[in-house]
């Protein structure tokens, strides 16, 4: 079973520039979620799809970060426009159901803002 | 809101040594708790985790117990081998309806010296 794919693996950005992230979960799985990780600390939820729609984004900057998941499948995160804050590894994760059910990550995409 | 506190790494052990990785837990209700490892160079993989009071989730040689009256979900393990080296993040699933985004800790690095 092919795991949850992101790309590109690594991004180095101007400050004040846009850039996206591209995911790609598991095969058949409803759920997908995207995380921030800053160097030293945990994963932060973003957002929640459910499907196409949102479950949760309320720790998502909305006024710099957009997510959609149009067909309920793939995903794309932007940034627009970045901050040096921002640096920080992007991940995606995806589970078949919600509610106690194990969360799969893919690989992460690593995002340098200069 | 739900928050998670495990202990500071660096954490230096020789080989075959006793493990124990302290992690505590606030949360409303009855969350489901998880250990997620982090090996160099790869992504985060789900190591064991338990879905309510009293379970004991065990994988690889790897324990921890929910432990409801001390909120807590110490990670064990009785001989550790230079492979274990890497990152472990203790997290919560709120299991409560609506958003199951995932609440983690700082991590743990765990050095391993043969």
């Known amino acids: 079973e092919a795991g949850v794919a992101q790309s590109p693996r690594y991004k180095i950005i101007e400050k004040r520039q846009s850039v996206a992230f591209w995911c790609n979960p598991i095969s058949g799985h409803a759920t997908l979620y995207w995380y921030q990780q800053i160097l030293g600390q945990g994963p932060k939820l973003l957002i929640q799809f459910q499907n196409n729609g949102v479950v949760d984004d309320s720790q998502l900057p909305k006024d710099r970060f957009s997510a959609e998941r149009l067909k309920g499948v793939d995903s794309t995160l932007k940034i627009q426009p970045a901050k040096l804050e921002d640096s920080a590894v992007y991940l995606c994760?995806?589970?078949?159901?919600?509610?106690?059910?194990?969360?799969?990550f893919g690989p992460g995409t690593r995002l340098t803002v200069l | 809101g739900d928050s998670v506190t495990q202990m500071e790494g660096p954490v230096t052990l020789s080989e075959e040594a006793f493990l124990t990785i302290n992690c505590t837990y606030t949360?409303?209700?009855?969350?489901?708790l998880f250990w997620y490892v982090q090996y160099p160079g790869e992504g985060l993989q789900l190591l064991l985790k338990?879905?309510?009071?009293?379970d004991k989730g065990s994988n690889k040689g790897f324990e921890a117990t929910y432990r409801k009256e001390t909120t807590s979900f110490h990670l064990e393990k009785g001989s550790v081998q230079v492979s274990d080296s890497a990152v472990y993040f203790c997290a919560l699933n709120p299991g409560q309806g609506g958003a199951d985004g995932l609440t983690f800790g700082k991590g743990t690095h765990l050095i391993i010296q043969p």
């Open positions: 338990a879905t309510k009071a009293d």
């Open positions: 994760a995806s589970s078949y159901l919600q509610f106690e059910d194990t969360q799969y």
């Open positions: 949360a409303t209700g009855y969350p489901s």
